[in-house]
């Protein structure tokens, strides 16, 4: 569970602290459906600022630590008092957000033509209040506001993940309640309780573990105790290195690289223009994997990139859908099908998955051998991303 803390190493101000934003405004004037109902515009400036602060703000260590947990622990949950967004924009998967998002709105009249909460990322507002796009009326932020209940689903999603092994509290006082009772609630269920905090809070003398250090410094360093990636997966001649959250961009980035625009296409190199394209559709891949992005390196040069290989929780179809890429220095060497053997045997035999598809656009003959190679089968022919494309299949054996 964390709180502001975590967030205030990215420059988010906190609000409880000794330099939070609730020593110059009182929560009374700002952050209540009373508030909000006698002046929402002075309500909305407050949040239209904080708004553009925290979109300037990037993930810290800790939220990188956590979001590289997330994908490491099967069982890892996050359940957050923030509303701020980063550890979502750092990678995280399974996060709760007990008190909503600042960057969700939704009706103050509560229109039927509008959903309860939806995102939007404008910033600044050309108005304050925003217009509600169904009815006309004001937006208000999409936080729980100091008098307003909790969503029970979101409650009781919490209660459910604090029946844990361990249980952190980080960057949190652990003072507003019901989060702070979370604490409890998995100590009384048989979690060790850590609290991770530079400040002695309430917490503190009645947790297993209190390790009074800031959450950027203590979260890289317990990390590194961990050891190596359980999902690190060795062939013969390859290591592969699973992507965490904090390398999709930078994967991203190469993989649109106009220098290897051949990444794994065909000896004739098709228009960066085409690649970029094709790429742009489908960027969402390498923040969203949830089987596994693997970067690949020879053992002999383990510091260089070879290419990389992944299963992609959002394919082409309803399986997960194997990528691999080798960089034009690496090609004939049998090392793509060497690298997709290894995803494919942790798909089958770790992962438990039944069936993996491939896709390749037509004029790619490498990868259509390539695949071929590997076992798997053509399945159909349609059009996908605006190319003739060509899907293979493969199921457990």
């Known amino acids: 569970m964390t709180g502001a803390g975590v967030s205030a190493a990215s420059g988010v101000p906190t609000f409880r602290g000794?330099?939070?934003?609730?020593?110059?405004?009182?929560?009374?004037?700002?952050?209540?459906?009373?508030?909000?109902?006698?002046?929402?515009?002075?309500?909305?400036?407050?949040?239209?600022?904080?708004?553009?602060?925290?979109?300037?703000?990037?993930?810290?260590?800790?939220?990188?630590v956590l979001a590289d947990w997330s994908?490491?622990?099967?069982?890892?949950?996050l359940i957050t008092q923030n509303v701020d967004g980063l550890h979502e924009r750092a990678g995280t998967s399974s996060v709760i957000r007990?008190?909503?998002?600042?960057?969700?709105?939704?009706?103050?009249?509560?229109?039927?033509?509008?959903?309860?909460?939806?995102?939007?990322?404008?910033?600044?507002?050309?108005?304050?209040?925003?217009?509600?796009?169904?009815?006309?009326?004001?937006?208000?932020?999409?936080?729980?506001?100091?008098?307003?209940?909790?969503?029970p689903d979101v409650v009781e999603a919490s209660l459910e993940a604090s029946v844990c092994d361990v249980f952190f509290t980080v960057g949190t006082s652990a003072t507003v309640y019901p989060a702070a009772g979370l604490v409890d609630h998995a100590r009384r269920h048989g979690a060790l309780t850590v609290e991770v905090n530079p400040d002695s809070?309430?917490?503190?003398?009645?947790?297993?573990?209190?390790?009074?250090?800031?959450?950027?410094?203590?979260?890289?360093?317990?990390?590194?105790?961990?050891?190596?990636?359980?999902?690190?997966?060795?062939?013969?001649?390859?290591?592969?290195?699973?992507?965490?959250?904090?390398?999709?961009?930078?994967?991203?980035?190469?993989?649109?690289?106009?220098?290897v625009r051949r990444f794994l296409w065909d000896d004739v190199a098709i228009s960066f223009e085409t690649a970029a394209a094709v790429t742009a559709a489908s960027a969402r891949d390498f923040a969203a994997h949830r089987f596994g992005l693997w970067s690949v390196h020879t053992r002999e040069a383990p510091d260089e990139l070879v290419g990389f290989c992944g299963l992609r929780s959002e394919g082409v179809g309803a399986e997960p859908e194997l990528l691999f890429g080798l960089r034009p220095a690496w090609w004939r060497q049998g090392l793509a099908q060497e690298a997709a053997r290894a995803v494919l045997r942790h798909a089958f035999s770790t992962l438990g998955?039944?069936?993996?598809?491939?896709?390749?656009?037509?004029?790619?003959?490498?990868?259509?051998?390539?695949?071929?190679?590997?076992?798997?089968?053509l399945d159909r022919r349609a059009e996908h991303h605006g190319l003739d494309t060509l899907f293979f299949s493969l199921d457990a054996r």
């Not at 952050?31 to 703000?57: G, K, M, N, S």
């Not at 994908?71 to 949950?77: D, N, Q």
């Open 353 to 377: 998955l039944r069936r993996v598809i491939a896709a390749t656009d037509v004029p790619n003959q490498r990868s259509a051998r390539t695949l071929t190679a590997l076992g798997m089968r």
């Open 71 to 77: 994908l490491r622990f099967p069982r890892f949950t």
């Open 98 to 151: 007990f008190h909503g998002s600042i960057f969700e709105v939704g009706c103050w009249r509560g229109c039927a033509a509008a959903p309860r909460r939806w995102v939007d990322m404008t910033v600044p507002f050309e108005v304050l209040p925003p217009p509600c796009p169904h009815c006309g009326g004001p937006l208000r932020p999409g936080v729980v506001w100091f008098g307003e209940a909790l969503d």
């Open 201 to 259: 809070t309430p917490a503190s003398s009645t947790v297993d573990v209190a390790l009074a250090a800031p959450a950027e410094t203590l979260f890289p360093a317990l990390d590194a105790r961990l050891g190596p990636h359980p999902l690190a997966l060795d062939t013969e001649r390859l290591r592969l290195r699973i992507v965490l959250p904090r390398d999709a961009q930078a994967m991203h980035d190469l993989w649109i690289d106009p220098d």
């Open 18 to 64: 000794a330099d939070g934003l609730w020593r110059r405004f009182r929560a009374e004037d700002l952050a209540t459906p009373a508030a909000f109902a006698r002046d929402p515009h002075l309500v909305w400036q407050w949040y239209d600022w904080r708004r553009r602060v925290i979109a300037e703000c990037q993930p810290n260590p800790a939220h990188h």
